[in-house]
């Protein structure tokens, strides 16, 4: 493969955001030169744009096989490279099967085939039925494993309690990969709520103490196998509740192994401005109040909160009941795959963060969670060659017209946002450019052990 080069004033390097000249050559940065260096090739300026590592999504639905009618590996991964993003990780459902044992990744992985535009690993799940496939399924190089701690609204895919959990953990100890949490937990076995079309009696449907007290068994769990000498990687995934904050950054100064992720729908949106009827916000657990929203940005800047993830989650708009605002009856997920770096930057930016900050956070910490670190989420010699070329000034409302993902739905349309994603290079293929898919897909399956 020809070498080629792009230098600009604002490059996000390891080392923060200086003018540099990254070369490329078969796919890999060959070097990160100065920016006056000759690079002994093509060599482009981008002159003030922003050159940063391709974001790395770990929270991905994309459903198929079997329920391609709500997304499907073309169009997602197209809308991923269309937001920067050139690694995802897809999660183990709403597919079918559900990718809960080495024979269903063995077909996620034959629907695949020349559908990535982008680079993609896969998470497994555990059941209570498939704790005794658990071994084999992470031997067959997925990237980890997740369970719901709460009833998932997929039949296939039940959720494990507290001796489900203490069979499985050690398992994934082992392995020594992440155990994702959907940390929702109703101890109380709760009558379903009458909810209608009011995003309010929704909200209380589903208070912060489920996910606090989710949070807590987690801990309580990982502290009992610590004690019996073993360590399981637990991560909070889509944190909403600000009240769990304190005890996990607890339960890491006792030297528990336990991240937590949230999302840009958690960060840019809050309750108090969510009408009633609007289906295309309801997401589990829900979007809640501003002074929560605020206490989680005041987290990703501690670092309490290890990274931000789309858990983009789509549905059929029947699906969504948009028509009726039937929030009771619609499927709970927030499609907006790639939005995400114009969402967080219009946010971050007032908040005091930089565009580095939201790179590590958006790319290199989940490169880093999924164990891809080595190869992905930074721009250094040997990495793969994952691009994003960013302007950071422009400003625009999101439209539906720009949706790359299969259903031309999302919360955000008419949101206005600041940074326009310009191109995007996956190992040094063009595959995003002029707002336009630019190629063929080009992306490939990651699986542990062969990385």
Same mark, same amino acid.
């Given at each position: 493969?020809?070498?080629?080069?792009?230098?600009?004033?604002?490059?996000?390097?390891?080392? /923060?955001?200086?003018?540099?000249?990254?070369?490329?050559?078969?796919?890999?940065?060959?070097?990160?030169?100065?920016?006056?260096?000759?690079?002994?090739?093509?060599? +482009? *300026?981008?002159? +003030?744009?922003?050159?940063?590592?391709?974001?790395?999504?770990?929270?991905?639905?994309?459903? +198929?096989? /079997?329920?391609?009618?709500?997304?499907?590996?073309?169009?997602?991964?197209?809308?991923?490279?269309? =937001?920067?993003?050139?690694?995802?990780?897809?999660?183990?459902?709403?597919?079918?099967?559900?990718?809960?044992?080495?024979?269903?990744?063995? +077909?996620?992985?034959?629907?695949?085939?020349?559908? !990535?535009?982008?680079?993609?690993?896969?998470?497994?799940?555990?059941?209570?039925?498939?704790?005794?496939?658990?071994?084999? &399924?992470?031997?067959?190089?997925?990237?980890?494993? $997740?369970?719901?701690?709460?009833?998932?609204?997929?039949?296939?895919? %039940?959720?494990?309690?507290?001796?489900?959990?203490?069979?499985?953990?050690?398992?994934?100890?082992?392995?020594?990969?992440?155990?994702?949490?959907?940390?929702?937990?109703?101890? *109380?076995?709760?009558?379903?709520?009458?909810?209608?079309?009011?995003?309010?009696?929704?909200?209380?449907?589903?208070? $912060?103490?489920?996910?606090?007290?989710?949070? *807590?068994?987690?801990?309580?769990?990982?502290?009992?196998?610590?004690?019996?000498?073993?360590?399981?990687?637990?991560?909070?995934?889509?944190?909403?509740?600000? *009240?769990?904050?304190?005890?996990?950054?607890?339960?890491?100064?006792?030297?528990?192994?336990?991240?937590?992720?949230?999302?840009?729908?958690? !960060?840019?949106?809050?309750?108090?401005?969510?009408?009633?009827?609007?289906? &295309?916000?309801?997401?589990?657990? %829900? #979007?809640?109040?501003?002074?929560?929203?605020?206490? &989680?940005?005041?987290?990703?800047?501690?670092?309490?909160?290890?990274?931000?993830?789309?858990?983009?989650?789509?549905?059929? %708009?029947?699906?969504?009941?948009?028509?009726?605002?039937?929030?009771?009856?619609?499927?709970?997920?927030?499609?907006?795959?790639?939005?995400?770096?114009?969402?967080?930057?219009?946010?971050?930016?007032?908040?005091?963060?930089?565009?580095?900050?939201?790179?590590?956070?958006?790319?290199?910490?989940?490169?880093?969670?999924?164990?891809?670190?080595?190869?992905?989420?930074?721009?250094?010699?040997?990495?793969?060659?994952?691009?994003?070329?960013?302007?950071?000034?422009?400003?625009?409302?999101?439209?539906?017209?720009?949706? $790359?993902?299969?259903?031309?739905?999302?919360?955000?349309?008419?949101?206005?946002?600041? =940074?326009? #994603?310009?191109?995007?290079?996956?190992? =040094?293929?063009?595959?995003?450019?002029?707002?336009?898919?630019?190629?063929?897909?080009?992306?490939?399956?990651?699986?542990?052990?062969?990385?």
């Amino acid at each position: 493969m020809k070498s080629f080069a792009l230098r600009s004033r604002r490059v996000i390097t390891p080392d /923060g955001i200086r003018p540099a000249t990254v070369k490329v050559t078969a796919g890999l940065i060959d070097a990160l030169l100065d920016y006056h260096a000759e690079p002994g090739c093509d060599c +482009e *300026d981008l002159g +003030e744009r922003v050159l940063m590592p391709g974001l790395v999504d770990t929270h991905v639905h994309i459903n +198929e096989p /079997g329920r391609t009618d709500w997304e499907g590996f073309c169009t997602a991964t197209q809308a991923a490279a269309a =937001g920067g993003i050139t690694t995802l990780v897809d999660m183990p459902l709403n597919c079918i099967p559900v990718t809960i044992n080495k024979a269903a990744l063995d +077909e996620k992985l034959a629907a695949v085939s020349n559908q !990535l535009w982008v680079d993609c690993g896969f998470w497994g799940g555990v059941v209570p039925a498939s704790i005794d496939d658990l071994d084999e &399924l992470l031997g067959a190089g997925v990237l980890g494993v $997740k369970s719901f701690l709460i009833d998932s609204g997929i039949e296939e895919f %039940p959720n494990v309690d507290a001796d489900d959990l203490r069979r499985a953990m050690p398992i994934v100890a082992k392995h020594k990969a992440p155990y994702l949490i959907h940390a929702e937990l109703d101890k *109380d076995n709760t009558e379903p709520a009458a909810i209608g079309d009011n995003y309010q009696s929704f909200l209380a449907s589903r208070p $912060k103490q489920w996910e606090n007290d989710a949070i *807590d068994l987690m801990i309580q769990l990982s502290s009992e196998l610590k004690a019996a000498g073993q360590d399981c990687r637990v991560h909070i995934v889509h944190l909403s509740s600000a *009240d769990a904050l304190k005890n996990i950054a607890k339960a890491r100064k006792q030297g528990l192994s336990l991240s937590a992720e949230t999302c840009p729908h958690y !960060l840019t949106l809050f309750a108090e401005a969510i009408p009633n009827g609007k289906t &295309l916000f309801k997401c589990c657990p %829900p #979007i809640r109040e501003d002074h929560n929203r605020a206490q &989680l940005w005041q987290a990703l800047k501690e670092g309490v909160i290890d990274f931000i993830v789309s858990d983009h989650s789509p549905c059929t %708009p029947e699906l969504k009941h948009i028509d009726s605002g039937d929030i009771e009856k619609a499927w709970g997920g927030i499609s907006a795959l790639q939005f995400g770096l114009p969402l967080i930057w219009t946010e971050a930016r007032e908040r005091g963060f930089s565009l580095a900050q939201i790179s590590h956070l958006m790319a290199g910490a989940t490169a880093e969670f999924a164990g891809l670190g080595h190869i992905k989420g930074r721009l250094a010699k040997g990495y793969h060659a994952d691009l994003l070329v960013f302007d950071d000034t422009v400003s625009y409302p999101i439209s539906s017209t720009m949706i $790359k993902h299969k259903h031309k739905i999302t919360p955000y349309v008419d949101k206005p946002v600041c =940074g326009e #994603i310009q191109r995007t290079y996956v190992r =040094g293929e063009l595959v995003f450019a002029d707002n336009q898919i630019q190629q063929g897909p080009i992306g490939k399956p990651l699986l542990k052990g062969q990385l």
